[in-house]
């Protein structure tokens, strides 16, 4: 359900289900996780791209398994939770770069997806975004912590209570898509070549350092930052790095 390729130094991970405008069955998910933990040790790596096939990047939960979770009790139901949470988790705290090149339409849960990674490059065209839980009765849970990490808690709200569907650019202006493009899988692999120019160390340290101090009070997020600091000063990139400043 999901493809793999490498073009250089980047991994492009793209949803296959084009028939179900690549919702998020549990295979599926069972799939990415398989291939985030495989990709976590792939030292040849320096950024991610997730996108979808077809005209569609993730159209969130897959409606017909989502009619046969009602048969299931409170624990599987749980279980199921608890595996996308896992996903959502993963590309969240995936120690590159991870940037969802979105091609169409990022709904629900698939617009959950979109915003765990740390870039989202949108189709001019044909990119939408929206949470539509609320529509059907549902609650965008999950979803909503990284949203609100994203765009801040009062966007957050107005795209959540709403279940408005946007376009690229409304998405680019609230700082939900980073970028758009005429071709968003092209300008992302662009995008993930630039990042490959800076320290690779570096950037998996600023990941890890940006995820723990958004839990700590300012006095132990800046101890905490301090630490770092000397950290990288003695690092072999800050050193090669240092010395190619000071040629110039």
Known sequence: MILFEKRNNTGIITLNRPEKRNA?????VKQLKTKLIELKNDKGLTALIITGSGKSFCAGADLAYLHDLQKYSSVQNEDDSKSLAELFLMIYNFPLPV???????????????????D?????????????????IG???AIVSVFLVKKIGEGKAKAL??????????????IGLADITADNALERSIEFASELGSNSLQSMKMTKRM?????CLSVEN????????????????DFKEGLKKILKK
Not at 99 to 117: H, Y
Not at 161 to 173: C, F, H, Q
Not at 227 to 233: D, H, K, T
């Open 99 to 117: 940037i969802a090149a979105v091609n169409g339409s990022a709904i629900a849960g698939g617009c959950g997806l979109a915003t765990a990674c």
């Open 24 to 28: 998020l069955h549990p295979e599926l």
């Open 119 to 135: 870039y989202i490059i949108a189709d001019k065209i044909n990119a939408k975004f929206g949470y539509s839980e609320v529509k």
């Open 138 to 140: 549902f609650i965008p």
């Open 160 to 173: 959540l209570l709403s279940g408005e569907v946007i376009n690229a650019g409304k998405a680019e202006k």
């Open 210 to 214: 940006i995820s723990s101090i958004s």
């Open 221 to 236: 997020a800046v101890d905490y930052c301090l630490r770092l600091n000397v950290i990288s000063r003695s690092s072999e």
